[in-house]
């Protein structure tokens, strides 16, 4: 008999098509947007991880990249940019973001067709239009990070997993599964639950629970084994996948540690994620000659450490994490979100699925009478362990995707499920208590949200610094220094005791930029509110008395070198600068004073000069021609050393010698009016 037809919303593949089609479009219109130069110069110029992620492929498309050692993070999402540069190019930036959307946008196709096998094709049009239309898969899907491949891999798994369980499907899904832990590592957390399950399903296919294990460790192992052995072979360590574990771990698990930011104590300020900043680290550290996986395990154990050491604070953390996988709002590791979504024109409007809503309504589908046991244990155990994957390490948008993912599928089946229930009050799908339980489960993730949590994009010091850095990047010198005003406007705002380490970032090339487009005056500006904000910082008050010497204001900048010499007395810099305004101000002796007291800790040029200069202004000829005169001789390039012995030998009557000095400084400078103008009035 034929099968009775059905429309093309009841068609696995047109269902399939549809919603990675909405998703492509959704994807698309943010990437595109944020491709503005002027809207995200980030775009052009990657940062931080992206940053990363993008000089390793362009390493690889160009063989300088991997070097000779364990790869540090998961290798195959590099892998996967570097092939879309040698396709593309690594300029072509929107056609490498393309290819992400098309990626990401896979992904709720997949969660489409995986709910469609726990339940129809309500349960799976909901799952992946919720998906598609979550907000968080949309902006990762414009960022060169790995998670936007790791999601659509776990989903591919997870469809293939539903299916029946025959030998090909267990090879493919033991291959996906495989192909996420290259990408992501603890995506190895949920085996558990997949091999419990395939142990349950594999029989009902005709395969032995052994054997079943056996052809998923086939292909598992078949993704894992060649980055395992090229670790060993080229790196000459047995690493598995990665040697970044424990690193990882200790940032996850110590006294500084916030949950959150991935912040390794003791590294260098400017740290991107690199292996060999992480085996150095461990080897000052710890004293031993340690390589990738010894330096990898030193960390492990420095966490640890600190859980034994400190097992209160430990707890406490541990409970922050979970707040944090708990929370309706994303927080970012390293860039905030709602900054960052206030710039596209689709994420800027607040009407996208979020965290709250999924895991709402993936409760109520794991509640439905009509879920077989053995997938509701599959989906919860998916669940669980990718969420206590997590807690060991830090909690943020980025790596809470995946699990987001995972929700998408069971919410599909809740958002039917509610609505059936709406629409006729009742129709026993779902108990009671199942919906009270998401209730309150939506309850607990909101309300201390909104109570406790209210970021301001407008007041994001930090946002707006990296903001300023990145057109800076681009060359777009106007942006940047607009960004940066913003930056200082919100400190200005609301002062945070932590900004005090970034905030010359910002004043430093602010003054610099205002410098080179002949803007004394603004330039001086700022450096005056850089020494105001930070009156302790050494670089802020040097450069302010610097520039109000240059302004010809030697009064205003003696106080300013008197404050680093209060606090730091030994500052050879601070005295120097001293030195040249105690002159300007007409106080030899003192300048005298302090150009000595630099010459005996330094060799200085610049301060042996201020010593003859000083002795000039005291009318000491005999000492000054002797001290100019051997310093000309060591530094024959110091033509002010000619004009000051020049005023020595006209001082002492030896016009014929100051003749020479001003011809030999003229020589060195010939547009120096002074010299022409001493030569003509002592004549030939």
Not at 240 to 246: K, N
Not at 343 to 357: I, Q, T
Request: hydrophobic share 50%; net charge positive.
């Amino acid at each position: 008999m034929r099968e009775p037809h059905r429309g093309w919303a009841e068609s696995p593949g047109a269902q399939f098509w549809v919603v990675t089609g909405v998703a492509l479009v959704l994807r698309l219109l943010h990437i595109v947007a944020m491709s503005d130069p002027a809207r995200n110069p980030a775009f052009l110029a990657p940062v931080m991880d992206a940053g990363v992620h993008d000089r390793w492929a362009e390493g690889l498309v160009a063989g300088t990249w991997p070097p000779a050692e364990p790869f540090f993070r998961a290798p195959l999402y590099p892998y996967f940019l570097g092939l879309l540069y040698g396709v593309f190019g690594s300029s072509h930036h929107l056609a490498v973001q393309v290819v992400h959307g098309v990626v990401s946008a896979i992904g709720p196709g997949l969660a489409a067709l995986a709910a469609r096998r726990l339940w129809d094709a309500r349960a799976g049009w909901a799952a992946g239009l919720l998906l598609a239309g979550s907000w968080s898969s949309i902006w990762f899907s414009g960022e060169l990070l790995a998670v936007t491949l790791v999601v659509s891999l776990d989903l591919l798994g997870l469809w293939l997993l539903l299916g029946r369980l025959d030998r090909r499907r267990l090879v493919g899904s033991g291959f996906v599964f495989g192909l996420a832990a290259i990408t992501r590592p603890t995506v190895l957390a949920v085996l558990p639950a997949v091999l419990w399950y395939v142990g349950r399903a594999g029989p009902a296919a005709g395969v032995r629970r052994a054997a079943s294990w056996l052809w998923l460790a086939v292909g598992l192992v078949a993704a894992i084994a060649p980055v395992s052995v090229r670790n060993l072979v080229r790196g000459g360590e047995p690493v598995v996948i990665a040697a970044s574990g424990g690193v990882n771990f200790y940032i996850g698990n110590n006294p500084w540690a916030n949950g959150r930011v991935a912040f390794l104590p003791g590294a260098p300020l400017d740290w991107q994620g690199e292996l060999g900043d992480v085996v150095a680290l461990a080897r000052r550290e710890s004293g031993e000659p340690l390589g990738a996986l010894g330096a990898d395990r030193w960390f492990w154990r420095q966490g640890l450490g600190w859980w034994r050491d400190d097992p209160r604070a430990a707890l406490v953390l541990t409970a922050r994490k979970i707040g944090l996988l708990a929370a309706a709002q994303e927080r970012s590791n390293n860039r905030n979100l709602p900054f960052w979504c206030a710039r596209s024109p689709v994420l800027r409007w607040p009407v996208w699925p979020g965290w709250a809503l999924l895991l709402g309504l993936a409760v109520v589908g794991l509640a439905r009478r009509d879920l077989p046991p053995d997938r509701r244990r599959l989906l919860v155990g998916l669940l669980v362990l990718s969420a206590l994957a997590l807690l060991p390490f830090f909690v943020n948008a980025r790596f809470r995707l995946p699990l987001l993912a995972w929700l998408a599928v069971p919410a599909g089946g809740g958002a039917v499920a509610v609505w059936e229930t709406m629409r006729r009050r009742g129709t026993g799908l779902v108990p009671r208590a199942a919906l009270v339980a998401a209730g309150a489960v939506v309850t607990v993730s909101v309300v201390p949200d909104a109570v406790a949590y209210r970021p301001d994009p407008a007041n994001d010091f930090e946002s707006w610094r990296s903001l300023g850095n990145s057109y800076l990047q681009i060359g777009d010198e106007k942006r940047a220094m607009a960004a940066w005003e913003e930056a200082l406007a919100a400190d200005a705002r609301k002062p945070h005791e932590a900004y005090r380490w970034t905030l010359p970032q910002v004043y430093s090339p602010l003054v610099q930029l205002h410098l080179q487009q002949h803007r004394p005056d603004a330039a001086l500006a700022v450096q005056r509110r850089w020494a105001a904000r930070l009156p302790d910082d050494v670089h802020g008050q040097l450069g302010l008395a610097n520039m109000l010497l240059a302004a010809d204001l030697p009064r205003e900048a003696l106080p300013a070198l008197e404050k680093v010499l209060q606090d730091h007395p030994e500052n050879l810099d601070a005295r120097l600068g001293r030195a040249w305004t105690r002159r300007r101000l007409g106080d030899a002796a003192g300048a005298l004073a302090d150009f000595t007291a630099v010459v005996a800790r330094k060799d200085n040029a610049n301060a042996e000069l201020g010593v003859g200069l000083a002795l000039v202004d005291l009318g000491r000829w005999a000492e000054a021609e002797a001290h100019l005169t051997a310093l000309q001789r060591r530094h024959p390039e110091l033509w002010e050393a000619d004009e000051s012995l020049a005023a020595v030998y006209e001082a002492t009557g030896r016009i014929a010698e100051a003749r020479a000095s001003w011809r030999r400084v003229l020589a060195a400078r010939p547009g120096n009016a002074r010299a022409r103008e001493n030569l003509a009035r002592l004549g030939p």
